[in-house]
């Protein structure tokens, strides 16, 4: 079963039955799927504004974790259930039973963590280290700034700010979310709600004293792009990766990014090539997936719900009073 695409509000999401992938070369394989969890790009998606790639399914969902499937008589007799268990990033189709994968974006699920945790690290975390570490070059010491600090990229980011050792500065829509960004390691916190004028805090003695951010985390766009800019420190980096305060600005002056010599980098996941995935995906394996199971960094899970409540689990992510990743258990689906 899958939970099939049409246009609108939550309210369209249903259950249907498609067929079963297929894989075309052993770069392939398939996953019997335990869980998956939802991203801002799905709503976006959802309502029309973000198709899948060029011969992508339409079933929504960029991550998953199941066990690997050798082949589907497996699931007849439930040996399946000894294969490995894996996580993995995908294009879509994640909300499904059955998920094709690309070998070189599949995980093993550290033994610590359970097939909801682990679903809610792929999309998330690879995002949040490609954004840090592949993108900005993020150093020990400098001010991170990351909009939407709560969120499931900004809760990732925000541990891994702690973990080279920079300042992470989240900046919330409540102070509900700004004391738990702190508990993942915020050095500070802004309530932009309260304080739309946010740069003067930024830049104010009781954070980065006049210096400004170096690095810039931004999923909002328009609505805060000159804030942003006032906030930048000189030759800041500033890395845009979704526009959900919109994506047209107002009578912008470009001097203003000019006179600070700001770098800016736009970045997606999805839409990169098989290539540059498949090696940003080992990257991360190497260099921070063992940390999830030594304890040192953790997958933050606002709720979890069963498929069958899908159109509920959107619902709570438009309410934006999410911490974390919303899960979907996907194993009351059977074939």
Known sequence: GDVYKRQGD???LKISEVPL???KNNKECLIKMEA???????VVQRQGNYPPPKGVTNIMGLECAGYLLNN???LENGSYKKNK???AILQGGGYANIVKANVGEVMEIPKNLSFEEATAIPETWITAYQLLYKLGKVKKDEYVLVHAGASGVGTSALQLIKDIQAKGIAVCSSEKKIQECKKLGALFGINYKEKKEFSKEVQGKNITNGHGADLMLDCVGASHFEENIKSAADEGRWIIYAFMGGYNVQNFKMTKVFTKK???KWSTLRQRTQQYRDVLVESFSKEILWKFGEGLLKPVIDTTFPISQVIQAHKRLETN??????VLKMSLIHI
Not at 36 to 42: E, I, P, Q, V
Not at 321 to 326: C, E, L, V, W, Y
Request: glycine letters at 10%.
């Open 36 to 42: 998956t969890a939802l991203n801002r790009a799905d």
């Open 21 to 23: 992938p297929v894989c």
């Open 262 to 264: 700001l770098e800016m």
């Open 72 to 74: 589907l008589g497996e």
């Open 85 to 87: 268990r894996v996580m």
């Open 10 to 12: 939550a309210g369209v």
């Open 321 to 326: 009073q999410t911490i974390g990743k919303i």
